[in-house]
């Protein structure tokens, strides 16, 4: 069982458009944390949401997390070519970094100039 | 400077051989892990370390053991390796509270032949 479902899976569209990439679960969490990984590189956090409702952005990127803290999305606005990447989105069972992370599978993500 | 440094970026070697990877980072962080990236992108958790607890995923082998010489310090020990141990080995830190946001290593894909 896949707690996390990252949909779509693959997206490829063009340098300018908008796009959202989700994160979903039946589960509920306490946060949610995003990582982006581009090609030969560890993945890096963009962002953690805690709070249900909870709205962040990040220059062109926004993170929403669910109110009954289950899924969250991430939007990208006037996408570029640098924003190409895998997109994860990651929890933990328990607080305090003893369990590490969780993934989900990630969505590919290609802007094509 | 490197955040969390890992060594070597590649490493093929042949089966049955055994094989460690190194990691150390520089961030005082007292949490520390290991993470698989298989040839689908999905990660997953191997193990997590801090100065006083060691936590193993039990889907790992127990051919694969982490030894930390200090708390900077966490390297990863393959026995006898197979050619299902292809992929590409993560190491990361945290502070482990309030959330195991990580800060990942560039990876080192090992290759099996």
């Known amino acids: 069982t896949q707690l996390l479902e990252q949909s779509p899976q693959f997206l490829s569209i063009q340098e300018g458009e908008n796009l959202t990439v989700y994160c979903n679960s039946s589960?509920?969490?306490?946060?949610l944390q995003w990582y982006r990984q581009e090609p030969g590189e560890g993945p890096v956090l963009l962002v953690t949401?805690?709070?249900?409702?909870e709205v962040k952005k990040l220059k062109r990127l926004t993170f929403q997390f669910g109110d009954a803290r289950k899924d969250s999305s991430l939007h990208i606005t006037a996408a570029q070519p640098g924003d190409t990447g895998l997109y994860l989105c990651a929890f933990e069972y328990s607080g305090g970094g003893a369990d590490g992370l969780t993934f989900g599978k990630g969505t590919h993500l290609i802007i094509q100039p | 400077d490197t955040a969390v440094s890992q060594t070597p970026k590649y490493l093929v070697t042949q089966m049955g051989n055994d094989k460690s990877i190194k990691c150390e980072q520089n961030?005082?962080?007292?949490?520390m892990y290991w993470y698989k990236q298989d040839s689908k992108k999905f990660l997953k958790i191997m193990f997590s370390?801090?100065?006083?607890?060691?936590?193993i995923n039990e889907t790992v082998p127990n051919r694969f053991s982490p030894k930390s010489p200090d708390k900077a310090h966490l390297n990863l020990h393959i026995n006898s390796l197979e050619l299902g141990d292809s992929a590409v080995y993560f190491c990361?830190?945290?502070?482990?509270?309030?959330?195991?946001?990580?800060?990942f290593g560039q990876g080192t894909r090992l290759t099996v032949v």
């Open positions: 370390y801090n100065n006083k607890e060691l936590i």
């Open positions: 961030l005082g962080h007292d949490t």
């Open positions: 990361a830190s945290s502070t482990g509270w309030p959330s195991a946001e990580a800060f």
């Open positions: 589960s509920v969490f306490s946060s």
């Open positions: 949401v805690v709070t249900g409702g």
